[in-house]
């Protein structure tokens, strides 16, 4: 089959705000068991073609009722310990490489790594500054987001992982929510650059319960990173950065009212605790619990409330609750007293939350919390899911506030600002925000006029491409001085709705 392809002329045509929408990152329909590249028109530029782009349906993957029967997504201990007391003869179909189990720490007490033979399966303890990285969408620098291609070829280096052959499977050790977040974030940034579904996976539950629930061997002592790793992340061909929604998807997407419309084909989760979502519940003024470096509190309008901490069975080694359960919490049900609330923090009603169709926006304060709602919704029930990473420590940055030095945080006029009835249900924090520390620090404003907010979807395509993008026309040109109707500045309206 001949696939049509389209050329664009001009310089940075293709790779301004509405072609790099457009190619990258639209989409919100496909084959939910695929996992090759959706076949998305290529476009030629300067002669060079971009291939294939993955749409956020193709990247989710469809649990078993039974998490016994998972050999990728969600597995459990059952499972690992199948693999790792004999990973040659008992390893999935199509896995020719080694197991990597990779935690989030060590353990608890005599249940402290997943034991490894160093031979076929390794153990590795992950410091949780390697599941991250700080940096710019090309409007602000924003904490805690998916590293970029040089980490994660460091990482992969450090720890010998061939992504195109081995079997790597991301666990909590201690069992904990901030464990589990980890975990989630180990899955989020192999399959943003591409590793395929079938070799990726999270064990359910932690190191102790797992030891007493399915005898899982355990060790006192992890394996040593070798350092002695030549894959990368270049090497895998299958194009996932629509897994991620930026902030200017996240702006697109956005309701002008705080309402969850029903049929446009979005669904925005909101991860965090009611107060969070709602500082002023009820007219009483929760005082600031947004715990980060924003000036504002809130959430972009239409969202929904469900904390992810719903999810979880805490008493039972912080595993996933049933897919029945998780996929009736979805549907707007009650579980276990918990459902998702809309901004009059009452419960939406069954059959009033997600609609088949839906690609799911999912986010907490640094995506950290929405690892657990988007990995469910992703990984297990098998939606259309994308994170945003940013989350509200960049969502309530983009405000004209005042910082304590008595400076505007972004001009009155810029058009990325979140402080809009338009965008968000949002209030002033009580104390007036300190400004970044510096250039490097979250919450430092690059350029409030940017053309486009997709500055690190753009630089991590071209790293694992190789192709050089010329993203001149995305520069600023200079202060606007209406960002409502400025030339190419307002953000592009979303092909997922």
């Known amino acids: 089959m001949i696939k049509p392809k389209m050329t664009y002329s001009g310089k940075g045509s293709l790779i301004g705000l509405l072609g790099m929408s457009a190619l990258l990152l639209a989409g919100c329909s496909g084959t939910e068991d695929s996992d090759s590249p959706v076949v998305i028109p290529p476009v030629e530029i300067g002669g060079v073609t971009l291939p294939a782009m993955n749409k956020p349906a193709d990247i989710a993957s469809v649990s078993a009722d039974d998490y016994n029967q998972n ?95 081995d079997m790597v499977v991301c666990a909590m050790g201690t069992a904990g929510s901030s464990q589990a977040m980890s975990a989630g974030r180990c899955w989020y940034m192999f399959r943003y650059w591409g590793v395929p579904k079938g070799r990726l996976a999270v064990l359910n539950g932690g190191n102790a319960w797992n030891v007493a629930n399915n005898a899982l061997p355990v060790s006192k002592m992890a394996s040593t990173p070798p350092y002695t790793g030549t894959a990368s992340v270049r090497d895998l061909p299958q194009l996932n950065f629509a897994l991620q929604a930026t902030l200017e998807d996240m702006m697109a997407a956005v309701a002008s009212t705080d309402s969850n419309i029903l049929g446009d084909g979005i669904f925005i989760w909101d991860a965090r605790s009611t107060n969070q979502y709602d500082p002023v519940s009820n007219g009483v003024d929760d005082g600031d619990d947004d715990f980060q470096s924003g000036a504002v509190q809130g959430h972009p309008n239409g969202a929904l409330q469900l904390n992810f901490a719903s999810l979880l069975n805490s008493s039972e080694g912080y595993t996933y609750k049933s897919k029945a359960d998780l996929a009736a919490y979805l549907n707007g049900d009650v579980v276990d007293g918990a459902s998702f609330v809309d901004g009059s923090l009452q419960g939406v009603g069954s059959g009033m939350a997600y609609q088949e169709g839906d690609t799911i926006y999912t986010y907490c304060e640094t995506t950290f919390r929405a690892m657990i709602t988007g990995f469910t919704t992703a990984a297990i029930l098998g939606k259309p899911t994308r994170f945003y990473d940013g989350a509200m420590t960049e969502w309530h940055s983009l405000t004209s506030r005042y910082d304590s030095n008595g400076e505007l945080l972004l001009p009155t006029d810029s058009p990325w600002r979140t402080d809009d009835v338009n965008r968000s249900y949002s209030f002033d924090k009580s104390v007036p925000v300190e400004p970044p520390a510096n250039s490097e620090a979250s919450g430092y404003i690059v350029d409030p006029y940017s053309k486009t907010a997709h500055r690190l979807i753009l630089e991590d395509y071209e790293y694992k491409t190789g192709t050089s993008i010329d993203t001149s026309s995305s520069e600023s040109s200079g202060k606007e001085s209406n960002a409502s109707t400025s030339n190419g500045s307002a953000p592009v309206a979303n092909g997922c709705g």
């Open 71 to 165: 050999t990728y997504g969600l597995i459990t201990g059952t499972t690992l310990v199948n693999w790792v007391t004999d990973w040659p003869n008992n390893k999935p179909a199509g896995i020719e490489g080694k197991l990597v189990i990779l935690q989030a720490g060590s353990g608890e007490a005599d249940a402290e790594y997943i034991a490894p033979d160093n031979v076929n399966v390794f153990t590795y303890a992950v410091e949780s500054s390697e599941w991250v990285e700080t940096r710019s969408n090309g409007v602000v620098v924003t904490k805690s987001l998916v590293p970029s291609g040089p980490k994660m070829d460091t990482f992969l280096e450090k720890y010998n992982i061939d992504t195109n052959k």
